[in-house]
């Protein structure tokens, strides 16, 4: 990889830090654990594939350009969003929009090339979850951002209302959804929810620090009820001290009383990856992947694209002719 893209992954995703530990670590993990979601991935799913055999570099895709999007607009609150080149308001002013947190080049390069209507607004605050626990825990913070996009597409003929909200995080970014969906006034209005290799948490007793992902259990019972939507993908990647994204996920299928089902790799899984295992119920969806490299982190970007066009897309487009 060469040197400048290393240093801007080690800069603006945390790459090399893999995940960024949660900001607020209880404890090792349980040296006795017998829950069934603490279990560590296993060595057979600790792969590495090199560049090479995936194709493609995982960590520095090739650029797509910003297909039917202007290009990045910097707004008011460190953010930036992508506008489709047709207006993305209704006859009465409303938008569907998209804010992603962590990876804003990325997941841009993924955005492009499966949407078209929706806005997307990406923001990228540094390495590990605290930059983006300590942003949103303002209730304010997230408030501000909306209406900020709001007033940037609002035109003198039409005030912009933003209709359809989505969140999507890659690695450390999920430090600021899982603010967000704390606050009632905002977890009611959230759609969608798009974790990508990213939520984590540290260790209480003899278990999860659950307090830290109450927000992630109560979104996804409102999705497996098919009142929302939230898609979680994890790798195999073991962190040191605190709970994999494995762990957290199974964490939510046995908050819902299921367990994830094996499931065989498939060549249409991007940039190399290997689905292990999968589950399903009613809007709440959770795959998972074997690798245990910064190149399988990155990959699950590449998750992305397709999470748009199989479940975000015909979703919001739905809605939209619904309201016609």
Same mark, same amino acid.
């Given at each position: 990889?060469?040197?400048?893209?290393?240093?801007?992954?080690?800069?603006?995703l945390?790459?090399?830090?893999?995940?960024?530990?949660?900001? #607020?670590?209880?404890?090792?993990?349980?040296?006795?654990?017998?829950?069934?979601?603490?279990k560590?991935?296993?060595?057979? #799913?600790?792969?590495?594939?090199t560049?090479?055999?995936?194709?493609?570099?995982?960590?520095?895709?090739?650029?797509?350009?910003?297909?039917?999007?202007?290009?990045?607009?910097?707004?008011?609150?460190?953010a930036?969003?992508?506008?489709?080149?047709?207006?993305?308001?209704?006859?009465?002013?409303?938008?569907?929009?998209?804010?992603?947190?962590?990876?804003?080049?990325?997941?841009?390069?993924?955005?492009?090339?499966?949407?078209?209507?929706?806005?997307f607004?990406?923001?990228?605050?540094?390495?590990?979850?605290?930059?983006?626990?300590?942003?949103?825990?303002?209730?304010?913070?997230f408030?501000r951002?909306?209406?900020?996009?709001?007033?940037?597409?609002?035109?003198?003929?039409?005030?912009?209302?933003?209709?359809?909200?989505?969140?999507?995080?890659?690695?450390?970014?999920?430090?600021?959804?899982?603010?967000?969906?704390?606050?009632?006034?905002?977890?009611?209005?959230?759609?969608?929810?798009?974790?990508?290799?990213?939520?984590?948490?540290?260790?209480?007793?003899?278990?999860?620090?659950?307090?830290?992902l109450?927000?992630?259990?109560?979104?996804?019972?409102?999705?497996a009820?098919?009142?929302?939507?939230?898609?979680?993908?994890?790798?195999?990647?073991?962190?040191?001290?605190?709970?994999? #994204?494995?762990? #957290?996920a199974?964490?939510?299928?046995?908050?819902?009383?299921?367990?994830?089902?094996?499931?065989?790799?498939?060549?249409?899984?991007?940039?190399?990856?290997?689905l292990?295992?999968?589950?399903?119920?009613?809007?709440?969806?959770?795959?998972?992947?074997?690798?245990?490299?910064?190149?399988?982190?990155?990959?699950?970007?590449?998750?992305?694209?397709?999470?748009?066009?199989?479940?975000?897309?015909p979703?919001?487009?739905?809605?939209?002719?619904?309201?016609?």
């Amino acid at each position: 990889m060469a040197r400048s893209v290393r240093a801007w992954l080690v800069r603006s995703l945390g790459v090399l830090a893999l995940v960024g530990a949660p900001s #607020t670590l209880s404890a090792q993990a349980p040296a006795n654990a017998k829950v069934w979601y603490l279990k560590k991935p296993s060595p057979e #799913t600790q792969t590495r594939k090199t560049s090479a055999e995936r194709g493609v570099n995982p960590c520095d895709t090739p650029d797509p350009g910003f297909g039917r999007y202007q290009a990045w607009k910097r707004i008011p609150g460190n953010a930036q969003m992508l506008v489709p080149r047709a207006s993305p308001l209704s006859a009465s002013g409303e938008f569907d929009v998209m804010f992603h947190f962590h990876g804003h080049e990325p997941a841009r390069k993924e955005w492009v090339q499966s949407m078209t209507r929706p806005v997307f607004v990406a923001q990228t605050l540094g390495i590990g979850s605290g930059p983006y626990e300590t942003t949103y825990k303002d209730p304010g913070g997230f408030e501000r951002l909306v209406k900020n996009v709001e007033q940037e597409l609002s035109t003198e003929v039409r005030k912009a209302k933003a209709r359809r909200i989505g969140l999507s995080a890659w690695s450390a970014g999920y430090g600021a959804v899982q603010e967000i969906l704390r606050q009632s006034a905002w977890r009611d209005r959230i759609d969608t929810v798009v974790l990508l290799d990213g939520m984590h948490a540290g260790y209480y007793g003899d278990g999860l620090n659950e307090a830290q992902l109450e927000p992630f259990v109560r979104f996804a019972k409102k999705a497996a009820s098919d009142k929302a939507l939230m898609i979680v993908s994890h790798s195999s990647i073991i962190p040191p001290g605190y709970a994999s #994204t494995t762990e #957290t996920a199974n964490f939510l299928i046995d908050a819902l009383g299921g367990r994830p089902q094996r499931a065989k790799a498939r060549p249409s899984d991007p940039m190399g990856l290997d689905l292990l295992e999968r589950f399903d119920k009613g809007g709440f969806h959770v795959r998972g992947y074997a690798g245990g490299s910064e190149l399988d982190h990155c990959a699950h970007l590449g998750l992305y694209r397709d999470i748009l066009k199989v479940h975000v897309h015909p979703r919001w487009s739905a809605t939209r002719a619904k309201r016609r």
